[in-house]
């Protein structure tokens, strides 16, 4: 169901257009990744496996572990692959929940460690990835991979940050809200965007982008915490004119670049991540908890150039 708050969502999701389940039976779906060969992968993070979904309908297993190595793990603890992306060359960027760290899949099938400690101490558990145009690595660290989460006795970091990976140096950019999640930049990228996932403050950020590619000061962007649905802010997209798509309290809210919330792409089930795949870059695919669903739209989005 798309829900119209906004003359200006029929621009972007054409009216008539809805939500359709492609796939079900998953355990917690996150972390779609669209390829530019015609298919898309995507986490079920408690079952610690990525799966590739062909527009033929086949799912199958892609990558197993996906984000811990261990033989056993607590039954139903978020110890999987989470967020994903593409390299400039087209390589799978992995936020590793249960090894607790950034990894890159080579074309060879080798793995590369590319972040797991800060300043002598381990990562978190990387949750969202995004690149910018000059091949930085931006991502978020909460805790959700760990069982006691903050209060777990395995955690290392005093805080929940943003990080930066450039020229092999790690840089913590901003931790000033507790749970960190998706993150994306402005088609210009003199702006990112970053979600906050705590229940208390379900609210989503803008930070300026400094010629550097540091963080100015933060503004609040929006607001749902007064919201009675049920979701926290997770993952985000954007489009090529800068509207953005944010999975959150009720479904997937679409802001105008100004923060007009323009209406909401509401699944059955709560989503989480949604990522722009097809040829045209015009669908959206969403992972909403045991579902995989998508939507076609009018509009296109931004995604890496490796899955153009």
Known sequence: MIQRLHPALDALIPPGADVEKLAGGFTFTEGPIWFREGYLVFSDIPENKMLKWTPAGEVTVFRQPSGFDGATWPKGAFVGSNGMTLDPEGRLVICEHGNRRMTRLEKDGSLTVLASHYRGKRLNSPNDAVHKSDGALY????????????????????????????????????????????????????????????????????????????LGEGQLFADLSSSPA???????????????????????????????????????????????????????????????????????????????
């Open 139 to 214: 991502f978020t660290d909460p805790p959700y991979g760990m069982v006691g989460q903050d209060e777990d006795p395995a955690k290392e970091l005093p805080f929940n940050g943003v990080f930066r990976l450039k020229d092999g140096e790690l840089t913590l950019l901003y931790d000033g809200v507790k749970r960190p999640n998706g993150l994306a930049f402005s088609p210009d990228e003199k702006h990112l965007y970053l979600a906050n996932s705590d229940p208390a403050h379900r609210i989503w950020m803008r930070f300026p982008v400094h010629p550097d590619g540091t």
């Open 230 to 308: 049920p979701g926290n802010p997770d993952g985000m997209k954007l489009d090529t004119k800068g509207n953005l798509y944010c999975t959150g309290p009720g479904g997937t809210h679409v802001f105008a670049p100004d923060g007009t919330r323009l209406g909401a792409i509401v699944t059955p089930e709560i989503p989480a991540n949604l990522h722009w795949g097809d040829a045209d870059g015009r669908t959206l695919y969403i992972t909403a908890r045991t579902g995989l669903y998508r939507l076609r739209t009018a509009a296109t989005g931004i995604r890496p150039a490796a899955s153009s």
